[in-house]
């Protein structure tokens, strides 16, 4: 049997051309966690809507706590997305530089737990861009190509909304009382309003929040919805009484004839080990939801 060798030479052109295949491959890393897929791109983790991922005219992406590159999380920690963070723009421009979008062409929500929607241009950014110019706004609603909308959560619902036939895009921050006063309905009437899309070629996906598992409630948060929703979003847990916001919104949307509808599945209160948790964390720190034009 012929001997076969080979040249220290040729093996280190094979091992550097095996590291540097490994090495994309890890940025390409996918697994899911409910409904969603997670990608470790760029030195981060991120999740992303399968049921979005199909339309080529988009960006969008929910951020985790995760940093995976040693330098960043030696710096930084974990990726932060709260405005209200000293050292946002670091954190904010790892990201933006993880996944090759201009934090300059981001415009940010002032969100208070309001149904108020803004239509956005390239006017409303900030100057510096994380300065936020709108106040009180909990959703917005763009159709400049290019430019990015960004609301940031810890349980909330973020509620993301594309018309692929009128190139429309939305994002609304839905806590119990943004649902409670249907800000999902609200966004989905102002795209129809503004920009003449119709309900039922709306595309929504909801992200990682709290579930009906997590969310227990008083009697008094209760009462308020099951006379605005019904028996059908209260839960009982022998004594407890837990509410399924995921239940409330998707009969909002309905209730306006949205048909493409899409839950992460994820609850933030059994995964703080991607995303952040108010409940359970006590925490100022916040994950984004990040949606533009291409």
Wanted: one cysteine or more; aromatic letters at 12%; hydrophobic letters at 40%.
């Amino acid at each position: 049997m012929e001997k076969f060798e080979i040249s220290k030479k040729e093996c280190i052109i094979v091992l550097t051309f095996m590291i540097a295949f490994l090495k994309r491959g890890g940025d390409q890393m996918k697994f899911h966690v409910g409904n969603y897929i997670l990608k470790e791109i760029g030195g981060t983790i991120i999740a992303q809507s399968p049921m979005f991922l199909q339309f080529e005219g988009i960006e969008h992406l929910f951020t985790t706590r995760i940093i995976k590159d040693d330098e960043a999380k030696k710096e930084l920690g974990e990726l932060d997305m709260s405005v209200k963070n000293d050292e946002f723009p670091k954190h904010f421009e790892f990201l933006t530089k993880c996944v090759n979008i201009s934090p300059q062409r981001c415009v940010f929500s002032h969100q208070v737990h309001s149904k108020n929607i803004k239509v956005v241009t390239s006017e409303d950014i900030g100057e510096p861009y994380w300065e936020r110019k709108l106040r009180e706004v909990d959703g917005l609603i763009t159709n400049e190509r290019g430019l990015f909308l960004v609301t940031t959560y810890a349980d909330c619902m973020p509620i993301l909304a594309y018309d692929p036939n009128n190139e429309v895009i939305g994002v609304a921050h839905s806590g119990w009382r943004g649902t409670l006063i249907e800000i999902a309905k609200e966004l989905i009437l102002k795209m129809n309003e503004e920009f003449n899309s119709s309900p039922q070629d709306i595309f929504v996906t909801v992200g990682p929040s709290i579930g009906p598992d997590s969310f227990e409630v008083g009697e008094d948060v209760a009462e308020k919805f099951f006379l605005k929703f019904g028996r059908e979003v209260i839960k009982e847990f022998g004594s407890k009484v837990h509410v399924d916001l995921w239940k409330a919104v998707e009969l909002t949307l309905k209730s306006v004839g949205v048909e493409h509808i899409e839950f992460s599945m994820i609850d933030t209160y059994k995964h703080t080990e991607y995303f952040y948790s108010y409940r359970k964390e006590n925490t100022k720190k916040r994950f984004a939801a990040i949606i533009g034009l291409k």
